[in-house]
């Protein structure tokens, strides 16, 4: 039985940068989900709303863990070799997306309803009132909650463990195994975890409290 050292330290700190990969690629990959499912949701074209809200309610009403599985083992019987890394990318692009995409649609339908009408007196073309008018007014409503979400991204990483991707809890885990200290193990995954969480948590804080300032205005 190994003691709990430096180099078990370093290797949970260095599988910090797999589960900020993995983050970064679910948050970029669920951003582009997001805001074809956001624009979809408040789309003047039924059949868009329809798969959009499907698509949000089955992602959102089922288990991210749940999820992993079925892309992981589900993909070998369609005849499709993947690998861990692949599978907690896509699992979490699609939750992500689902998210995401209704946290924009709310940002979007908090846009001024006289913002809208201005843009329809005017003859844009949906496209155009959403480029033009719309979505730079709502970008900003989103930052905050957007911000916010990333948080809850990084700590969903976690659950990629379960499939094998060593990301910062499957890198606890192995270190556990060998050391049978459970306590502090996990007490440093847990510290790892904070230290990446609470920047970005203060952040989002700020830009919530700078929102409501600027909406008292």
Known sequence: MR?????????IVEAAKWTVALSLIAFIGGALVGLVIALSRTSENGLARGIATVFTQIFQGTPLLLQLFLVFF??????????PWVAAAAALILNSGAFLGEIWRGCIQAVPRGQWEAAEALSLSYFW????????????????PTVGYLVQIIKGTSLAAIIG???????????NNATFQPML???????????????LSLWAGRLEKRQAKALAR
Not at 3 to 11: A, D, I, S, V
Not at 74 to 83: D, H, Q, R, S, V
Not at 130 to 143: F, G, N, S
Not at 185 to 199: K, R
């Open 129 to 144: 009132r959403m480029r033009a008018v719309v979505l730079p007014q709502a970008m900003k409503i989103a930052v905050a």
């Open 3 to 11: 003691t709990f050292g430096w180099p078990e330290l370093w290797f």
């Open 185 to 199: 193990v996990f007490g440093v995954v847990g510290a790892v975890y904070f230290i990446l969480c609470w920047p």
């Open 165 to 175: 991707f060593t990301e910062i809890t499957r890198a606890g885990q192995i270190i």
């Open 74 to 83: 589900g993909a070998p019987i369609l005849g499709f070799e993947i690998n």
